[in-house]
């Protein structure tokens, strides 16, 4: 699992175990890794270039150090992670982030509460295994966010993703811990035991994970450098060929007009030439290009329709429910639809 990079960091804190003796299994597929490693890359780019009026609403759970003259502390993010647990074994699929109150630093049940319940109209099976957090390891404050999930599983799983570059080091950056009850000077305390884990991955994952590999530049420059490199490549390649499509052009309109002879080999050359591309003036390319785009366009529309369907449906449910907690009315009219 995760070691700590830094030497202060390899003392093991008081709020943790050496190993969990619960006996599950933990299955983890990559996806909760992109994710979460997406989380704190968004979050530390933005506290890169702060805004210069902070909204007051929803901020992203991170945080920082708040001298001006120190240099600011790595963003912690927060999420939650779901799956499936059967029986012993506990498989954790996917996660989603979490927003924290920007004034207290409590946890928005509201926004969890919205997110579980569109989790639970794509994923009816999956439900709350826990949370993840970012950092070189577990913090004092930790045990708070882990007691506020307790309500939703009684015995949540904390995954902790470690942010540090570590070249030496061969294993995921990636600790799950789970909960015990131990009694430590005479009183009962709730402490972390790290747990061991296997990386589970399904076909769909396995090909994302292959591609975004291969998006990663070789060389150790940045992801837009490279595309940048990518698209100028292409625009000289469009570049020559549209001037060598005009020095035919070109030729072929000078032979036309006598100012050269005529050559049968080099027409024959550039008669097969026009016939390997298609014929983007035929009839049957109007057709079939027509069809695709009526039928993208009656997509469209269908989208718009049942987006529009699902606004109106909203709608007429909050006024029956406004309709309903509202005294009776005279004239004895019922709920609206």
């Keep these: 699992m995760s070691t700590p990079s830094d030497p202060a960091a390899s003392a093991q804190p008081p709020s943790t175990a050496a190993t969990s003796s619960s006996g599950l299994t933990f299955k ?11 989380h704190y890359t968004r979050v530390k780019a ?15 759970a991170s945080c920082s150090a708040e001298g001006s003259s120190a240099p600011a502390e790595p963003p912690r993010v927060f999420g939650c992670v779901i799956g ?29 509460e919205k997110k579980l319940e569109l989790y ?15 950092g070189s390891d577990v913090q004092d404050t930790d045990i708070l966010m882990h007691k506020a999930l307790m309500d939703i599983n009684e015995s949540p799983v904390y995954l902790l993703l470690n942010p540090a570059i570590n070249h030496s080091q061969k294993d995921l950056p990636v600790t799950i811990y789970e909960s015990e009850l131990h009694v430590i000077d005479g009183g009962p305390q709730l402490i972390f035991v790290k747990s061991n884990y296997t990386i589970e991955t399904v076909e769909a994952e396995r090909i994302s994970v292959d591609h975004v590999a291969h998006l990663k ?17 292409i625009h000289s390649a469009i570049k020559m060929l549209n001037s060598r499509v005009r020095v035919i052009q070109q030729y072929l309109g000078a032979m036309q007009k006598g100012d050269i002879p005529l050559d049968n080999s080099l027409l024959r050359q550039v008669s ?37 369907s699902s606004t109106m449906n909203e709608l007429v449910e909050k006024f029956n429910t406004t309709y309903e907690r509202s005294p009776a009315r005279r004239g004895g009219r019922g709920a609206f639809m």
Excluded at 28 to 38: A, T, W
Excluded at 84 to 112: C, H, K, M, Y
């Design 217 to 233: 530049p070789s060389d150790g420059g940045s992801a837009a450098t490279q595309l940048a490199a990518h698209l100028t490549g």
């Design 272 to 308: 097969s030439l026009v016939r390997r591309l298609p014929a983007m003036e035929s009839e049957k390319f109007q057709d079939d290009f027509l069809t695709e785009y009526n039928d993208t366009l009656l997509m469209t529309y269908l989208a718009m329709f049942t987006n529009c």
């Design 120 to 134: 639970k109209k794509v994923f009816p099976e999956f439900y709350v295994l826990g949370w993840y957090s970012t």
């Design 84 to 112: 499936v647990q059967r029986g012993r074994t506990v498989e954790i699929f996917n996660s989603f982030e979490l927003v924290l109150d920007p004034v207290t630093g409590t946890l928005e049940r509201a926004f969890l």
């Design 28 to 38: 983890l597929h990559p996806l909760v890794i992109v994710n979460v490693s997406d």
């Design 46 to 60: 933005q506290a890169s270039f702060p805004a210069e009026t902070p909204s007051p609403g929803k901020a992203q």
